[in-house]
């Protein structure tokens, strides 16, 4: 039961651009979302995450979007740089401190 | 700070074969977790200790899989006998405690890969 949702695998993009990774879940009790980051033969590692209590944090260049309503959230990089290149999780958790994670979106950043 | 260690970190078996997974979190850190990554999907949980205690093990297949955590330091999980469709990466991670669950920090992983 994928709980957390990426619907795009790959997203490429020019140098300095925005990107933006999209995340859609159906579990209407999840109270904290997060993003994760993975190059190749790493684990990931914590980006940026938001309560459900807020619809928008700011991190740097990364921005992550929260709509309660439509169940959905989103991460815009910008400008993405050739390091941004990776493998990208939304996780979402839930009220035991689990965690649900969706398949990934793989970023390419084109320079 | 050292970060996760995990190893082996690749392995590759025949089906009906047995393997084990070593983890080493980091310093202090109360929680572990074991995750599988099938190739194409986010890491599912398939264990969470809590010092040495079992937290929750309901996605833990337990005919084939076993894990603990001796001591409350180091865990190992195993696969006994390994199937064709446990291919996948399988991921550690440790927090503090668990309501620090996004401070999760993973290990690299072990790839494994059943013949």
């Known amino acids: 039961d994928q709980q957390v949702k990426q619907n795009s695998p790959s997203l490429s993009v020019q140098e300095g651009r925005i990107s933006i990774l999209n995340c859609d879940y159906t579990?209407?009790?999840?109270?904290?979302f997060l993003w994760y980051k993975k190059y190749p033969a790493e684990g990931p590692t914590f980006l940026i995450s938001i309560s459900s209590i807020k619809d928008k944090n700011e991190d740097g260049r990364f921005t992550v979007f929260l709509n309660k309503s439509a169940k959905h959230l989103s991460l815009h990089i910008v400008p993405s740089q050739p390091g941004d290149s990776a493998v990208y999780f939304c996780?979402?958790?839930?009220?035991?401190?689990?965690?649900?994670f969706g398949a990934g979106t793989t970023v390419t950043v084109r320079a | 700070e050292a970060g996760v260690a995990q190893s082996p970190r690749y392995k590759i078996i025949e089906k009906r074969q047995s393997v084990a997974f070593w983890c080493n979190p980091i310093?202090?850190?109360?929680?572990l977790y074991w995750y599988q990554q099938i190739l194409g999907q986010g890491p599912k949980l398939l264990i969470q200790f809590q010092n040495n205690g079992v937290v929750d093990d309901s996605q833990l297949p337990k005919d084939r899989f076993s894990a603990e955590r001796l001591k409350g330091v180091d865990s190992t999980l195993k696969i006994q006998p390994a199937k064709l469709e446990d291919s996948a990466v399988y991921l550690c991670?440790?927090?503090?405690?668990?309501?620090?669950?996004?401070?999760?920090?993973f290990g690299p992983g072990t790839r494994l890969t059943v013949t």
């Open positions: 991670a440790s927090s503090l405690s668990q309501r620090q669950f996004y401070e999760q920090y």
């Open positions: 996780a979402a958790r839930h009220d035991d401190y689990k965690l649900s």
């Open positions: 579990n209407s009790m999840f109270d904290y």
């Open positions: 310093s202090g850190h109360a929680t």
